[in-house]
């Protein structure tokens, strides 16, 4: 079983996609990687030799910025914006759509499951 950057990569997957398991790396990043590593991207992750696990993870953590490290970064972002007071840190506070998008219809991910009206009193007949 392959375990870089902390994470199991599946086994019946090829390299190029096992790759895209670890957060901060996509599909162009892990092309590039094995490109430069002249690694075939299409093998197997079960088929990968040690010396060449090794070397990609090597790469990875000297390199890239990955898992626990990448995520801490973007978190410290999204507080610094929220503390600094700024548009989209005020967006990030109120769960809103940071990035423009409507908000009168849809949004539903970012605002949650719509709340019912709340019923009014009833008026008393005279």
């Not at 790396?25 to 990968?48: F, T, Y």
């Not at 709340?115 to 008026?123: L, S």
């Amino acid at each position: 079983m392959a375990r870089i950057a902390g994470v199991d990569l599946p086994q019946n997957k090829q390299v190029w996609i096992g790759l895209t398991y670890i957060y901060g790396i996509g599909q162009a990043r892990s092309r590039n990687l094995l490109e430069r590593l002249e690694i075939d991207p299409v093998v197997k992750v079960k088929d990968l030799t040690e010396d060449e696990t090794r070397r990609i993870a090597k790469t990875i953590q000297d390199e890239i910025r990955v898992e626990g490290d990448l995520r801490k970064e973007v978190s410290q972002n999204i507080k610094r914006l929220m503390e600094i007071g700024c548009y989209r840190g005020v967006r990030h506070r109120k769960s809103l759509p940071v990035r423009g998008q409507r908000t009168h219809t849809n949004a539903r991910i970012r605002k949650g499951p719509k709340r019912g009206a709340v019923a009014g009193k009833k008026k008393v007949r005279k």
